[in-house]
């Protein structure tokens, strides 16, 4: 998206780098410890660790024993190993690379089929809709029901609900009975049921303003393990002779991106 510039005319003036002295020394001594730590998975001594990050001795002693009081390291036997809260900073770097992997993915798809693509999944009784790729010419759709209390009216809804056992689907539909979003909504729980239970494995399910009056929506399932997700697009419905054919070329998108194994849908 362009950005406009609102800073006065005349030469710009880039802001200054770090002076050294501004840096905070305990820190990056610190930080070079951790690094060290993390490039020997069966641990290592203190006095390994102080030569590979170029520290005195008692000045790695003193940082070490910070980074284990914080949960940053452990130590085992005079070996120091990577601690529970270094793990959930490197398991929080990992999901964000993925969340921006599928970002850049749905943007991708988006422009190439003129639609707007939603990426969502079903996790702990839930629809989370987790990322939306859309522009102003072709904008998602508007949230004006709560989508979580919806599933049984919208695409999306449909798709991940297709994906649980029984067991499961009943749950999710006794804490969120079916109900009337738009005249064109399924009107009862058994009614739906035999929809979903009709829904063969891994086929796109349509659905025709059920959710949003002058909206057409498809989703393709995406299972893999325990996980229940789905890749949707929509469209308004006076261009609904594009669904099918837009479905057709996602469904080969989503194919190819994940039989190369570049992203894992678990978000």
């Known amino acids: 998206m362009a950005t406009v510039d609102t800073a006065p005319f005349g030469p710009k003036v880039s802001a200054p780098e770090p002076h050294p002295t501004t840096l905070i020394g305990s820190v990056q001594r610190a930080m070079r410890l951790l690094e060290s730590v993390a490039r020997h998975g069966h641990g290592a001594p203190a006095k390994q660790l102080a030569r590979e990050a170029g520290l005195a001795l008692p000045t790695a002693y003193h940082l070490l024993r910070t980074l284990v009081h914080e949960g940053y390291l452990r130590r085992e036997k005079g070996l120091f190993f990577l601690?529970?809260?270094?793990?959930?900073?490197?398991?929080s770097g990992a999901q964000q690379k993925r969340r921006s992997t599928i970002a850049d993915a749905l943007g991708t798809w988006r422009d190439s089929i003129?639609?707007?693509?939603?990426?969502?999944?079903?996790?702990?009784?839930?629809?989370?809709?987790?990322?939306?790729?859309?522009t102003p010419g072709n904008p998602a759709v508007q949230e004006w029901a709560d989508f979580r209390e919806t599933g049984h009216a919208h695409a999306v809804g449909q798709c991940l609900l297709s994906q649980l056992d029984t067991e499961g689907r009943r749950d999710h539909l006794d804490r969120y009975p079916v109900r009337s979003v738009t005249p064109y909504t399924v009107r009862d729980d058994q009614t739906l049921i035999r929809r979903l239970e009709s829904t063969k494995r891994m086929q796109p399910v349509i659905e025709r303003q059920e959710y949003a009056l002058g909206t057409v929506c498809a989703a393709?399932?995406?299972?893999?393990?325990?996980?229940?997700?789905?890749?949707?697009?929509?469209?308004?419905?006076?261009?609904?002779?594009?669904?099918?054919?837009?479905?057709?070329?996602?469904?080969?998108?989503?194919?190819?991106?994940?039989?190369?194994?570049?992203?894992?849908?678990?978000?």
């Open 83 to 91: 601690g529970e809260a270094a793990v959930r900073l490197s398991l």
């Open 114 to 134: 003129g639609a707007p693509i939603y990426y969502a999944v079903y996790r702990g009784g839930e629809i989370e809709v987790q990322c939306v790729a859309d």
């Open 220 to 267: 393709i399932p995406l299972t893999l393990g325990s996980t229940a997700a789905t890749v949707a697009l929509s469209m308004p419905s006076h261009q609904a002779d594009r669904l099918l054919p837009a479905v057709r070329r996602l469904q080969i998108e989503i194919d190819t991106l994940l039989g190369a194994g570049s992203v894992s849908i678990s978000i």
